[in-house]
């Protein structure tokens, strides 16, 4: 149940959410880790088609970031079902630090000076004390 609620809120999170632009990619000759330092950090990703633990070697550009999956097969499944699993791939951006959030997911209001609450890990930034 708890896993259910924290990916409601992510979702919701996720239209509130823009992404983050990164100057660098690392090289590849450089070897994977599953902590990216430029990209966030993928200890708690999951691949938005099986729900898995993603590698750093299976992903796509969203929105100036990256998307990881678990599996080629995954990135193949994504690649030709984009619009099934965009909204899970947008809510990886989150969790992974790649997108800043810019509304209130309550009111949807801009944030200028927001009430943070940390959630799951992920803070979380509200309009006002009474929208969280």
């Not at 969203?62 to 998307?67: H, R, S």
């Not at 619009?83 to 809510?91: I, P």
């Not at 309550?106 to 992920?122: F, M, N, Q, T």
């Amino acid at each position: 149940m708890k896993t259910l609620r924290f990916t409601v809120l992510i979702l919701s999170l996720a239209n509130c959410f823009a992404s983050k632009s990164f100057a660098s990619e690392p090289s590849s000759d450089q070897p994977a880790r599953r902590t990216l330092a430029a990209d966030g950090n993928l200890d708690h990703a999951l691949c938005p088609v099986t729900g898995d633990p993603v590698a750093p070697e299976f992903s796509v550009a969203l929105e100036g970031g990256k998307v990881y999956f678990s599996s080629g097969e995954a990135l193949r499944e994504y690649r030709g079902n984009r619009n099934d699993f965009d909204e899970l791939a947008r809510a990886q951006l989150v969790v992974t630090g790649q997108a800043e959030q810019i509304r209130c997911p309550v009111s949807r209001k801009e944030l200028s000076r927001p009430v943070v609450l940390r959630i799951e890990g992920v803070d979380v930034g509200f309009a006002s004390a009474k929208a969280q």
